[in-house]
């Protein structure tokens, strides 16, 4: 019988090596292997690599190894966003803000963070994970994700959330949440794009930043209007031409 043999090739070490404060090093050796049997297996073509890190097999060797791990995801985030932040020298851009559901149908109450959430595409209501991103685009060829968060409700009849103690945030207030969190983390102050679930007076209350959102066309815009000039009353009015 024959077994696969392969070795991590260096541009893989170098490529994660912003990860090595946070991890083990079996951690970071469970990992880069991962990555080359996922690099390996695309035959090296990006359209390939990046689909094979979302397929099946895949993600269930990532969720494995991400939950036996048992290192902070934040923190982890935060190694990430340095790292593109160094790398690209990030001074300006846009962020760019949208949610997305993960549906579940098998074995779903063992998988984290999975609710009954009503799906505005199908119209019904799914189990599945609802999670909120970030997104950095400098406008022209670079886009790359800074973090997440996932969107719990503040009831769930799903069996894993019957004792789990987690604080219920809005998924206005997680965005706000990342775009403080992307700031104080060194990315610059710029312009946040977002759709019209992030168009509602909460958000852009808090929003400190300048911003183009979409609107419901069911809701009604309020804007402060400018002072009106008037003009001064004269009571004697001469017209010319005109005689008594």
């Known amino acids: ?15 994660f090596s912003f990860l090595r404060p946070e991890l083990t090093n079996i951690q970071f050796q469970n990992i880069t292997l991962i990555a080359t049997a996922l690099i390996f297996g695309a035959k090296f073509n990006l359209t390939e690599i990046s689909r094979m890190w979302l397929k099946e097999k895949s993600v269930s060797a990532l969720s494995e190894f ?4 048992k290192f902070s995801s934040i923190e982890m985030q935060r190694l990430h966003l340095l790292n593109m932040r160094d790398t ?24 984290h963070g999975v609710q009954v959430l009503f799906d505005h595409a ?6 599945a994970t609802c999670i909120v991103f ?24 799903m069996p894993w959330r019957k ?19 992307a700031i104080e983390n060194g990315f610059p102050r710029c312009t946040v794009l977002a759709d019209s679930w992030f ?25 402060q209007s400018n ?18």
């Open 227 to 244: 002072e009106p000039k008037l003009t001064k009353r004269c009571d004697n009015i001469v017209m010319p031409g005109v005689l008594d």
């Open 199 to 223: 168009g509602v007076d909460p958000f852009i209350k808090g929003l400190k930043l300048s911003y183009v959102l979409e609107i419901k066309s069911s809701y009604n815009l309020r804007v």
């Open 134 to 157: 970030l997104y950095y685009s400098d406008g022209a060829l670079r886009k790359f994700p800074i973090c997440h968060r996932i969107f719990y409700q503040a009831e769930s009849s």
């Open 163 to 181: 004792k789990a103690q987690i604080v219920h945030k809005t998924k206005n207030e997680l965005a706000l949440d990342m775009l403080q969190w």
């Open 1 to 15: 019988m024959r077994l696969p043999c392969a070795f991590v090739p260096a541009f893989i070490i170098a490529g």
């Open 122 to 127: 199908f119209g019904t209501n799914l189990k």
């Open 66 to 69: 991400l939950s036996n791990a």
């Open 88 to 111: 690209y020298k990030v001074t300006g851009g846009y962020y760019i803000l949208d949610d997305s559901m993960k549906h579940h149908t098998k074995f779903c109450k063992w998988i």
